[in-house]
């Protein structure tokens, strides 16, 4: 039950039906919606569909798409999404093992600084027993 031809346009050496898609739906004020279904497609449908669309102002704009269908005997069931199962795993592996790199960085560099900044305000360093300590009369000036 392939849509009805309306008239055959030849251009060149090429020939396009035009083809009654069904009814425009409005869209808002402006626009409208419309779709072009096939029911029961076979081979012989196959082949480049283009989409013409015109205004009252006479402006126009076009999108092609080439509809391929295949014998049902030859067609062979794949998996939807190939390459998701092995693949995403292997690539959220892959990110849960650099994030843990990165957070086990963060945290050593963390505890260097910490470390180095408690070793500077202790009071057994040099500079704070040098700060603690009186002057001594031989440094004093009279």
Do not use: W
Not at 63 to 71: A, E, G, M, N, T
Not at 91 to 112: K, Y
């Amino acid at each position: 039950d392939a849509p009805q031809d309306i008239f055959t346009i030849n251009v060149g050496d090429d020939r396009y039906r035009v083809i009654h898609t069904g009814e425009d739906v409005a869209i808002g004020s402006e626009g409208y919606l419309n779709k072009l279904v096939i029911h029961n497609a076979q081979e012989h449908d196959s082949g480049l569909y283009i989409c013409f669309v015109t205004n009252s102002a006479g402006s126009f704009n076009y999108k092609p798409s080439y509809l391929r269908v295949y014998p049902v005997n030859t067609v062979e069931r794949h998996d939807p999404y190939p390459g998701t199962t092995g693949e995403s795993t292997s690539i959220l592996v892959l990110v849960i093992s650099l994030g843990i790199i990165v957070v086990l960085i963060l945290i050593f560099i963390i505890v260097c600084v910490v470390k180095k900044n408690s070793k500077a305000g202790s009071p057994d360093s040099p500079e704070v027993v040098r700060n603690l300590m009186a002057p001594s009369r031989s440094t004093q000036s009279s």
